[in-house]
């Protein structure tokens, strides 16, 4: 028998490292990703700053590098908060989903009106270093939005006579596709800036922040969202 060489030996070890380094990149592309979250366009719930984490296998099964899924077992759901690629842009986005096939949808003067029903809103409050962030462009309210037996929390501007351009008359989800808003709803680009979101670009559920770091404090942890769920 020969004799084991040093060269056997290492490229057993680097075997190792290299099969547990190829399980963790298969993992991130197929089941479980975080992201770094930019904007303010998912205010109060989600702000720069944040990672949130992602769990690709919500809806369904994805191979890394293709368009379409391979296998689907759920859909998403009035109220989830979706990452998915951005028609036109092809940018990685995070909304929250409003509409879902068949629904008819609009946004008219600061109210959410879903298959004829008007949202109901009460205001609210919010930490205040959200606040700052959020605000950071022009002042906001902080409201809670109920609609179809889901509750969460969104952002108006406190002066919308302005803002007319970010409503938009009834219209209808088309099959296969969703209708996403941003919870900071005069600060978001969404259905208003590039339409409906087809399935296919689906990429998965946010449920949590993994962690969070201030942009405007030297990047120091903001320890109370960690691990915090969104509404």
Known sequence: ???LTSDSSDWREWR?????LFALILLRA???DWSHVPSRSMAPGIVPGDRILVNKLAYGLRLPFTDAPMMQWHTPQRSDAVVFLAPRSGLLTVKRVIGVPGDRVSW???ILRVNGINAIY???TANSAVMSLASAQAPVQVYSESLLQQDHTILRRTNRSRLGAKDFIEVAVPEHHYLMLGDNRDNSSD????GFVPKEALVGRVSYILFSLNPQNYYLP???RWGSALD
């Open 222 to 224: 903001r320890w109370q």
């Open 16 to 20: 190792g490292l290299l099969a547990v």
């Open 30 to 32: 197929m089941a479980v």
């Open 191 to 194: 259905y208003r800036a590039f």
């Open 108 to 110: 008219r003067d600061g």
């Open 122 to 124: 009460h205001r609210t």
């Open 1 to 3: 028998m020969a004799p």
